[in-house]
């Protein structure tokens, strides 16, 4: 387990090289209205077989980050800087070929509405054949469509053979969702990144989904980026977490440590806002005041700061300086927060660890 | 598929007999009779009534009707037991009345002037249209995107008429480069066919290509922005293959449909084509026959133009279903 | 057939309108199907998107519609505030028989019933100004309040927890939960006695949604309004319902009260669903509920219990037999063959 490199007091990579490394990511579109600040200095690491939960509201740049790692957006049109090294090779500055070939091989992509992700006119079965077959261009096309139809009954789909045959609109939700999973998985990646692949699907197909995705990555063992703005999905599924704002990550840690000992005020300000099955059903929820910010005119400081209860705790720095991540607690949980420890801990004990919303 | 084709073909006849009988009725709704503009000036009701009952207008009008349907497809006899009579075939589109010739005669001679104006110019702007379209959204904000903006720009707020004329006086009066536009049957000389119809082509075929250009620019802008094209690009296809394959096929399925309703139209006639280049077409026919009340010409084109525009129709549809699965024909 | 109340003591705080009086909303055997045209010269399908649906609702009550997509939960809804006509069955809206009230009748069934949208943003007219939006229901209605509509309107502004001088902005100005409470600014216009909340929150972000969560849960309590709350996140309706009717494939299956419903549903698709979310408070996916499968095509749901065939308990008697809904040891009343007993873990 991995901390970003960039962090001042991260603890250093012992066993494993982590598959994928993102160091001081920063992507900026430029625009009429000025320059959108999407992903503003981000550094994470995965390990094959673990999965890395990205949480954040809508803006947060958590959806940038992934299609940045990609190499999916329009080099011409979007500023990138930084590192991001898949399996050691750097897809920052790589020409569009370069990365094409790590697409859908080294790492695929699974998104959040897999009727629109699926093209219409082509038979479901068909386009799993041509994600295979673009990468093994010595497949003949029973091959890959031999594959297609393998991968399709490893995500359980009933009767393969003859729903390869089917085209995206005679499948159901969940169905799609399965058939795209079998479309990243068919050329075995060592990352996959799913963004929100459950947030369209009903709660129960969501749950078979989730499963699917968690035994696939004990077979295939793949390093799994979740990015997802549910919390309960995150708990569900992740080893670490990584809760980002207005594209900067504010608080990183294992799922242990971030759901249930959260440090970051926006962390809990998530968790306190999000509705439970378990709790005082009468109580209200806290929501955190105001929205989130504009990426174009980020706040000065911390860009949590206008929203936080707690700014200005620690003199004027939260509004001046931008807080970088440091390690809190235990080692590997990073924070980027002005709260000096002592008042951290004596708010978390205070205001937050008695509400509802946060694990016990 | 077949039932769906029963079923169009059904509507589609219908939809004709519709506007034959809306057509019939309206022109006999007019207050002028047509036996006296063709009688002429000095006329005495004697050679008018001579005239009515050769026409075979003194009839009730839903037996007029009647008589006009059986004619098309079983052919009839006009004024029987006169001095008049005389026979037409089957399909009988009855005759001018103005120079007594069968209607038939006349559409065969026009129709196919107005086919090989518009199937010319047609190629010519979906070939060009379409395709400067979609290198234009390819290479959006590009130099090449902003002149093809500006050009079609400029196509789409002409009009026939005046860039027509433009034609005409650049490429024949002035510097006498072409012969003035002229009709040769293509299985005559298909050299001279295609000489005598480069002007109408070019005219029709460049304001086209500016609609089509922007309809297919705006088209593939939209597929590009689609998610199945982004997950074509994540599975690590080459660019080539996602416009192709994955972006292309998506963003031609509304063109192919509007395509297929503009050539119908425009086979019901190109008056102002026609007009300018001295062509007797379809649409020049047309609106002559109205100005002179030669009824059963325009109740001809009038439903020729229908027919038309149910068969492109039809086509559009089975087209459709082709390219799109999700479109089912039942 | 009209379910039974069952009160538990000391659960909530009990409004003095609710145990006795008549109900504000009735809703008898309710149905609505669509018709679908398969294959050519007829051979029309139906799609039973609400079969035989019965509640009441008391006046000041919540009351929650859940299911998954399918269920017939919109669609519910918009019956129950006429933009759809039922195909049969009768809502009776304080003693008034509402199914196909029209004209004035449907004018003043407006006045007291309102209903809000899932997207703030398409329920807007973007050309239109905030003021514009609200003012709307009173003018089309010929209502002039005291001190005018534009007092009014600030009022309402003011009520939602917006900025009254932003009277002439327009909706693009606004942020997502912000022109959530434009809408709910819309639907009090009227004073009216019932809302029918259609996945109000589901298209905000989480921080926001917890917003509008306390602002109609405050609403509710000061006006004393009543609510029909369909939403799919049964997070969101426990912390806003008293009452929870829980749908599958057009059919309610159960309803009860919050506790029974959430802490010992009788019904198993409802613990399956329970179990199916992801919560916060639970690390891991231990000791869920696994159903196999997607929800049946209302066109043809299955025989006798829809549910069986996801249903793990499912005998021969759930495919021959349709469950009635009936009071169950456990408080709720669910139709279930062999209901579940006891508490959830």
């Known amino acids: 387990m991995t901390a970003p490199a960039s962090a001042p007091n991260s603890p250093t990579t012992t066993d494993k090289d982590p598959y994928l490394r993102v160091n001081d990511l920063r992507v900026q579109f430029p625009t009429e209205d000025g320059v959108v600040k999407a992903v503003d200095g981000v550094s994470f690491s995965v390990e094959r077989g673990k999965t890395l939960g990205i949480v954040g509201e809508s ?18 049109r979007a500023r990138i800087s930084g590192e991001i090294l898949v399996g050691g090779r750097n897809v920052v500055g790589m020409t569009e070929e370069q990365t094409r070939r790590l697409r859908g091989r080294d790492m695929a992509m699974i998104f959040q509405d897999p009727l629109s992700a699926l093209h219409p006119y082509y038979k479901v079965g068909a386009q799993i054949a041509e994600a295979y077959k673009v990468h093994h261009p010595n497949a003949s096309k029973a091959e890959a469509k031999k594959r297609a139809v393998d991968m399709l009954g490893r995500v359980g789909i009933p009767q393969p053979a003859r729903r390869a045959d089917s085209y995206p609109h005679e499948f159901s939700g969940g169905m799609r969702q399965r058939a795209m999973i079998a479309m990243a998985l068919v050329n075995d990646p060592d990352l996959l990144i799913a963004d929100e692949p459950t947030t369209a699907l009903d709660v129960t197909v969501q749950a078979q989904i989730l499963d699917l995705l968690e035994d696939l990555q004990r077979e295939f063992n793949s390093a799994i980026i979740m990015i997802t703005h549910d919390l309960g999905v995150v708990a569900q599924v992740a080893d670490e977490v990584l809760v980002m704002y207005g594209g900067r990550a504010v608080e990183f840690g294992t799922v242990e440590q971030v759901m249930r000992r959260p440090q970051h005020p926006y962390t809990w300000g998530l968790l306190a806002s999000v509705p439970s099955l378990h709790g005082d059903s009468d109580a209200d929820l806290v929501p955190i005041k105001g929205n989130p910010p504009s990426l174009i005119n980020l706040p000065t400081g911390c860009a949590f700061h206008p929203r936080c209860r707690y700014a200005g705790r620690n003199g004027d720095r939260s509004f001046t300086e931008v807080p970088e991540l440091h390690q809190v607690l235990e080692r590997g949980h990073l924070v980027a927060c002005h709260l000096s420890e002592a008042d951290r801990t004596k708010f978390y004990a205070e205001d937050i660890a008695p509400s509802a919303g946060v694990a016990q | 598929m077949v039932r769906f084709i029963t079923r169009r073909v059904l509507v589609g006849v219908a939809t004709i007999i519709a506007i034959s009988i809306i057509v019939f009725g309206l022109f006999f709704a007019v207050p002028s009779s047509p036996a006296k503009v063709m009688c002429g000036k000095n006329c005495d009701p004697a050679s008018i009534a001579a005239v009515e009952t050769r026409l075979g207008l003194r009839e009730p009008i839903v037996e007029q009707y009647t008589s006009f349907m059986k004619g098309v497809f079983v052919g009839r006899t006009y004024a029987p037991g006169t001095a008049f009579e005389r026979q037409c075939d089957a399909p009988c589109l009855g005759y001018s009345f103005r120079n007594d010739e069968p209607v038939t005669a006349i559409l065969k001679r026009t129709v196919p002037v107005t086919i090989s104006i518009v199937v010319g110019a047609a190629i010519l702007w979906l070939l060009i249209g379409v395709s400067l379209g979609m290198i234009s959204a390819l290479r959006r904000g590009t130099l090449f995107d902003k002149i093809a903006i500006g050009i079609s720009l400029t196509g789409a707020s002409m009009q026939v008429f005046f860039f027509g004329l433009i034609l005409l006086y650049g490429l024949v009066y002035a510097t006498g480069w072409l012969d003035f536009p002229s009709y040769t049957p293509f299985t005559e000389n298909p050299l001279k066919w295609a000489q005598g119809l480069i002007l109408p082509w070019v005219t029709l075929g460049f304001l086209n290509s500016a609609i089509y250009a922007r309809l297919s620019r705006a088209q593939m802008l939209e597929t590009l922005s689609e998610d199945y ?88 549809d089975l087209l459709y279903a082709v390219i799109d699965p999700r479109v089912r024909l039942s | 057939m009209t379910e039974t109340l069952v009160q538990e003591p000391g659960t909530e705080p009990v409004k003095p309108s609710r145990p006795s009086g008549e109900p504000l909303l009735v809703v008898d055997e309710l149905t609505k199907h669509f018709p679908v045209r398969s294959g050519m010269f007829g051979k029309t399908g139906l799609v039973r998107a609400v079969d035989g649906v019965s509640f009441s609702v008391q006046p000041g009550e919540t009351l929650g519609l859940v299911g998954e997509s399918g269920c017939g939960k919109t669609t519910t809804g918009r019956m129950l505030v006429r933009l759809l006509e039922p195909t049969s069955g009768k809502i009776t809206f304080e003693g008034k028989d509402i199914s196909h009230a029209k004209g004035a009748g449907l004018r003043q069934l407006r006045q007291d019933m309102q209903i809000i949208f899932q997207d703030p943003y398409a329920s807007l007219n973007p050309r239109h100004t905030v003021g514009r939006i609200v003012a709307m229901p009173l003018q089309v209605n010929g209502i002039n309040p005291p001190g005018g509509v534009k007092k009014r309107v600030q009022e309402l502004l003011e009520l939602v927890g917006l900025n009254p001088e932003h009277y002439n902005r ?34 905000l972000d989480v921080s926001i949604q917890a917003q509008v969560i306390n602002l109609l849960r405050g609403l509710q309590r000061d006006l004393d309004l009543a609510f029909v709350f369909i939403a799919h996140d049964l997070a969101v309706v426990r912390h806003f319902c008293q009452r929870i009717g829980v749908m599958y494939l057009g059919k309610l299956v159960e309803i009860g009260d919050r506790n029974s419903i959430y802490e010992r549903p009788a019904h198993p698709y409802t613990r399956a669903l329970l179990s199916a979310v992801p919560d916060v408070t639970k690390m891991g996916a231990s000791g869920r509920i696994r159903l196999e499968g997607d929800v049946p095509t209302p066109l043809n749901p299955p025989s006798g219990c829809r549910f069986r065939t996801r249903c793990w308990k499912a005998q021969e008697i759930c495919a021959t037999q349709e469950p009635p809904l009936t009071i169950k040891p456990n408080g709720t009343t669910a139709a279930c063959h062999f209901p579940e007993e006891g508490a959830i873990k």
């Open chain 1, 59 to 76: 803006g947060s740049g958590k959806s940038v980050t992934s299609l940045t790692i990609m190499g999916l957006h329009n080099t011409k």
């Open chain 2, 229 to 316: 094209v982004r997950t074509a690009r994540a599975k690590g296809l080459p660019l080539g293959r996602v416009y192709t394959k994955h972006a292309l096929r998506a963003a031609i399925t509304p063109i192919v449909t509007i395509a297929g309703l503009d050539i119908g139209a425009s086979l019901g006639g190109t008056f102002i084509t026609e007009t300018i280049f001295g062509l007797r077409g379809l649409g020049k026919e047309t609106v002559e026959a109205v100005n002179f009340l030669n009824l059963p010409i325009v109740v001809a084109t009038v439903l020729l133009a229908a027919v038309f525009i149910v068969v492109a129709n039809l086509i559009v």
């Open chain 3, 170 to 203: 327009y909706p693009h100005e606004f942020s997502g939960g912000q022109r959530q409470r434009i809408g709910v600014a819309r639907a009090l216009a009227l004073k009216p006695k019932i809302i029918v909340a259609d996945e109000p929150v589901s298209a």
